[in-house]
């Protein structure tokens, strides 16, 4: 960024990855299954609620499409409902 020195720069990484933190925190905090799609059915987010029913790691998950993860007619129905 323009205009920062370094440990300007620092200073505002370390509070990003803060707040990265914090909103995994509170996405995985909540007990039901949230996650969100880009418009190619990709999930971009996915909390551990969903991951739990899913059976595998979120980061096995994340940035995966629905046609990746299931059969084709459940993508496809998923992506139909979405």
Do not use: F
Not at 54 to 78: R, V
Request: charged share 30%.
């Amino acid at each position: 960024m323009q205009g920062l020195n370094p440990r300007e720069l620092q200073h505002m990484i370390g509070k990003l990855e803060q707040e990265v933190e914090e909103y995994r925190t509170l996405l995985d905090s909540i007990p039901v299954m949230l996650w969100y799609k880009d418009t190619s059915n990709r999930l971009l987010r996915i909390n551990q609620a969903a991951a739990d029913l899913e059976g595998k790691p979120i980061s096995e998950l994340e940035g995966k499409s629905c046609y990746q993860l299931y059969p084709k007619e459940i993508a496809e129905g998923y992506y139909q409902d979405d």
